[in-house]
Antibody
Framework: EVQLVQSGAEVKKPGESLKISCKGS????????IGWVRQMPGKGLEWMGI????????RYSPSFQGQVTISADKSISTAYLQWSSLKASDTAMYYC??????????????WGRGTLVTVSS | QSVLTQPPSVSAAPGQKVTISCSGS????????VSWYQQLPGTAPKLLIY???KRPSGIPDRFSGSKSGTSATLGITGLQTGDEADYYC????????????FGGGTKLTVL
């Protein structure tokens, strides 16, 4: 089955670090881009950034550049989203999603179920 | 504030038709393909329409998409209560801060 499986919910304190994961299966992981999308409570979707596991080419939205790091380990078909110092405002659901294209033809055709990150003191 | 503008909400009765608009600019919708996503309550988004008007396998033909200039439209006919969801448009933005962008989302209520 073609799917993206995300890591489980996290509860962290402000200032702590965190790395969440997204494992692809059932398709050639290195032939598709993997993106990350934030959804804050009761809000819409925000495109954070995207990585091509084949060569680790990574692009960030200006809103998230410097705030998070996107990486991938193609040997285990897994992409990551990490924070070095969490803030309460990072509390959100984070989705990973797959795209075959970038730029003109971009769309996400496969989504993970999401990882809920709660940051609270 | 989203780069793409959608109405916050639309509503219609079961069996009726509804359209959801998505307005952008020449740096995004005007020169790139549009996709649409359905997010049912408590679930992850799902692709409904890609490349302006194509439906992935398994998406019924009650759902359609179109694009004209810097705007796009999602149409849903034969509304069902199960269509109650949030709907998002998406496209690439080719400005200096190039990347994917989404609309703010539209809540569809089937009365």
């Amino acid at each position: 089955e073609v799917q993206l499986v995300q890591s489980g919910a996290e509860v962290k304190k402000p200032g702590e670090s965190l790395k969440i994961s997204c494992k692809g299966s059932g398709y050639s992981f290195t032939s598709y881009w993997i993106g990350w999308v934030r959804q804050m409570p009761g809000k819409g979707l925000e495109w954070m950034g995207i990585i091509y596991p084949g060569d680790s080419d990574t692009r960030y939205s200006p809103s998230f550049q410097g705030q998070v790091t996107i990486s991938a380990d193609k040997s285990i078909s897994t992409a990551y989203l990490q924070w070095s110092s969490l803030k309460a405002s990072d509390t959100a659901m984070y989705y990973c999603a797959r795209s075959q294209w970038l730029t003109v033809y971009w769309y996400f055709d496969l989504w993970g179920r999401g990882t809920l990150v709660t940051v609270s003191s | 504030q989203s780069v793409l503008t959608q109405p916050p909400s639309v509503s219609a009765a079961p069996g009726q038709k509804v359209t959801i608009s998505c307005s952008g600019s020449s740096s995004n919708i005007g020169n790139n393909y549009v996709s649409w996503y359905q997010q049912l309550p408590g679930t992850a988004p799902k692709l409904l329409i890609y490349e302006n008007n194509k439906r992935p396998s398994g998406i019924p033909d009650r759902f359609s998409g179109s694009k004209s200039g810097t705007s796009a439209t999602l149409g849903i006919t034969g509304l069902q209560t199960g269509d109650e969801a949030d709907y998002y448009c998406g496209t690439w933005d080719s400005s200096l801060s190039a990347g994917g962008v989404f609309g703010g989302g539209t809540k569809l209520t089937v009365l």
